[in-house]
Each structure stands twice: as structure tokens, then as C-alpha cells.
């Protein structure tokens, strides 16, 4: 059976840094592309940021650039986004996904329950 577990979520101030990670049992990591998506209240889903199954390849939204890193280790078979300059509109449940790369949901076949980033102004 398939898992994906985001944590690292948290409440943090704005100019702040978090670090969420996903992790994915029961699924060959390294054989996926990730991604991170976020959705806000009143909002539809959005995607943040994926990486390739190599980690060679990423692709950012433009709110994100510059602040965002994604990234990935496959031998510890975990996805990591590092989050700087925190900004109180970056609050939002934050989901990882694996299978697909890109921002379109459908190409994502495996979805965690989400983490919740919140940041204050």
C-alpha cells in the first residue's frame, strides 16, 4: 500500500524559514517525479514546485522563485522543500505528490493528507 507523508509544517513568522519533507512507504521513490503543491483557504490548489525522478530538473511557480528550494535524496527516498523569506500569503496546506512533473494535478497518481504552513505577519 501506498503512502505519502508530508511533515514539518508549523507556525512561523513572516521572514522565517521552514523545511517540509515527504516521504513515501510502499511506493519506489526513486522511480518518481515529486511535487509540492499548497492550497489556501478560499483558493484553488496550486502547484509550488517538482523535481524530476533525478533531481535533475526542477520547475518553480513565480511567487516561490528565489525563496523555494526543492529538492530530494532517493537513498533516504525523501522530498524536501526548503521555504525562506516566509510571507503571510505562503500560508496554505501544503501536499506532496508523487508520479508526475509539471503543475497539473492529474499527472500526480499518489497525494498525502498535507501539512499546515502558517505565517504571520
Known amino acids: 500500500q501506498v503512502q505519502v507523508a508530508e511533515s514539518g509544517g508549523g507556525l512561523v513568522q513572516a521572514g522565517g524559514s521552514l523545511r517540509l519533507s515527504c516521504t513515501t512507504p510502499?511506493?519506489?521513490?526513486?522511480?518518481?517525479?515529486m511535487g509540492w503543491f499548497r492550497e489556501a483557504p478560499g483558493k484553488a490548489r496550486e502547484g509550488v514546485a517538482c523535481?524530476?525522478?533525478?533531481?535533475?530538473?526542477?520547475l518553480y511557480t513565480d511567487s516561490v522563485k528565489g525563496r523555494f528550494t526543492i529538492s530530494r535524496d532517493n537513498a533516504k527516498s525523501t522530498l524536501y522543500l526548503q521555504m525562506n523569506n516566509l510571507k503571510p500569503e505562503d500560508t496554505a496546506m501544503y501536499y506532496c505528490?508523487?508520479?508526475?512533473?509539471?503543475?497539473?494535478?492529474?499527472?500526480?497518481?499518489?497525494w498525502g493528507q498535507g501539512t499546515q504552513v502558517t505565517v504571520s505577519s
Open positions: 505528490a508523487a508520479g508526475g512533473y509539471g503543475f497539473e494535478e492529474a499527472y500526480y497518481a499518489y
Open positions: 510502499g511506493l519506489s521513490f526513486g522511480d518518481y517525479a
Open positions: 523535481i524530476s525522478w533525478s533531481g535533475g530538473s526542477t
